[in-house]
């Protein structure tokens, strides 16, 4: 399966992937579907898309992929966290992260009106008006397309 992961740049950017060695933990995901995504089907070595939003240039900006699967998410419990939650605790945690590791930054950003330009990709879910969910899997066909587009 493949996924794509949503991040503003100026949190955890492609380039903040790429300069961390042993990965990143992504966190703060604070949506129950998303969260479901990331601990019942996010699995090891899945590709993921690093989509750029709530910035100047919104768009995909490069893969990564996961190199360790659903763990407590560290930031529920730091309480200088703007992802802190309250009611977690050792015993019973709501949230979960992954860590994704970096494979690739893209050429140049491939924006939204590049991928709406792509009738195959029509169904691809960020695509989808009022879609805001932070991780959405994304299908074989959409990531293959996706790939391409980068390299052409």
């Given at each position: 399966?493949?996924?794509?992961?949503?991040?503003?740049?100026?949190?955890?950017?492609?380039?903040?992937?790429?300069?961390?060695?042993?990965?990143?933990?992504?966190?703060?995901?604070?949506?129950?579907?998303?969260?479901?995504?990331?601990?019942?089907?996010?699995?090891?070595?899945?590709?993921?898309?690093?989509?750029?939003?709530?910035?100047?240039?919104?768009?995909?900006?490069?893969?990564?992929?996961?190199?360790?699967?659903?763990?407590?998410?560290?930031?529920?419990?730091?309480?200088?966290?703007?992802?802190?939650?309250?009611?977690?605790?050792?015993?019973?945690?709501?949230?979960?992260?992954?860590?994704?590791q970096f494979v690739e930054k893209f050429r140049k950003i491939i924006?939204?009106?590049?991928?709406?330009?792509?009738?195959?990709?029509?169904?691809?879910?960020?695509?989808?008006?009022?879609?805001?969910?932070?991780v959405m899997p994304v299908t074989k066909q959409e990531m293959e397309?996706?790939?391409?587009?980068?390299?052409?």
């Amino acid at each position: 399966m493949a996924w794509l992961f949503k991040t503003e740049p100026n949190e955890c950017s492609i380039d903040d992937i790429a300069a961390a060695q042993d990965g990143v933990i992504w966190e703060g995901v604070r949506n129950y579907q998303a969260r479901n995504f990331l601990r019942d089907q996010v699995q090891l070595g899945d590709l993921v898309l690093i989509h750029h939003s709530s910035c100047k240039q919104i768009g995909l900006a490069g893969l990564a992929k996961v190199s360790a699967t659903a763990f407590a998410d560290p930031s529920q419990f730091q309480p200088r966290s703007p992802y802190y939650d309250a009611k977690a605790s050792a015993e019973r945690w709501p949230w979960y992260a992954v860590q994704v590791q970096f494979v690739e930054k893209f050429r140049k950003i491939i924006t939204m009106d590049e991928l709406r330009t792509q009738p195959a990709l029509a169904q691809m879910q960020v695509l989808k008006k009022g879609n805001r969910l932070s991780v959405m899997p994304v299908t074989k066909q959409e990531m293959e397309l996706v790939l391409f587009l980068t390299r052409a």
